[in-house]
């Protein structure tokens, strides 16, 4: 019986998710420990390269810590965060640490094979035109799982 009530109870403690959708499609539900991480890659539209933007989820708000690319263009500063550096024909601007908020949206382009990229995990965001929307949510882990499974079911 003590163990029906503590399965109980930790399926009702609220925990910290990392949610992936569209305006009306869920893509997935990751769980967001403190110092959790994930990366937007995307092909710059006009350049054609690759580059990452490099996200960390603390303490409930999502943050952006740093930034990769292939060559400067219209729009991009000459430095931000605490260092920027060439490396592997990079531009890396690391220690950038600025508070987004609770929610991040991306709007896709018809070239751009944006991803999301959080550990193993690697997401299509395909839907040309589309605005994914990444956001943090605090809720009990039965509706977690609940919204996970119908992900599964679909």
């Known amino acids: 019986m003590a163990v029906i009530i503590i399965g109980i109870a930790l399926s009702c403690t609220p925990k910290t998710y990392l949610i992936l959708k569209t305006d009306t499609d869920i893509k997935a539900i990751l769980p967001a420990a403190a110092e959790n991480t994930f990366t937007i890659q995307w092909q710059h539209s006009v350049e054609k390269e690759l580059w990452e933007e490099f996200f960390k989820v603390k303490e409930d708000a999502i943050y952006i810590e740093g930034t990769r690319f292939k060559t400067f263009g219209a729009g991009v500063p000459s430095s931000a965060g605490n260092d920027t550096y060439i490396k592997d024909g990079w531009v890396h601007m690391v220690g950038i640490d600025r508070k987004i908020g609770d929610e991040l949206r991306v709007r896709t ?16 965001m395909a839907e040309p035109g589309a605005s994914y929307i990444i956001e943090t949510r605090t809720m009990p882990v039965v509706q977690a799982w609940s919204q996970k499974l119908l992900l599964v079911l679909r």
């Open 109 to 124: 382009g018809k070239t751009t094979a944006h991803k999301f990229i959080a550990g193993e995990q690697s997401i299509d």
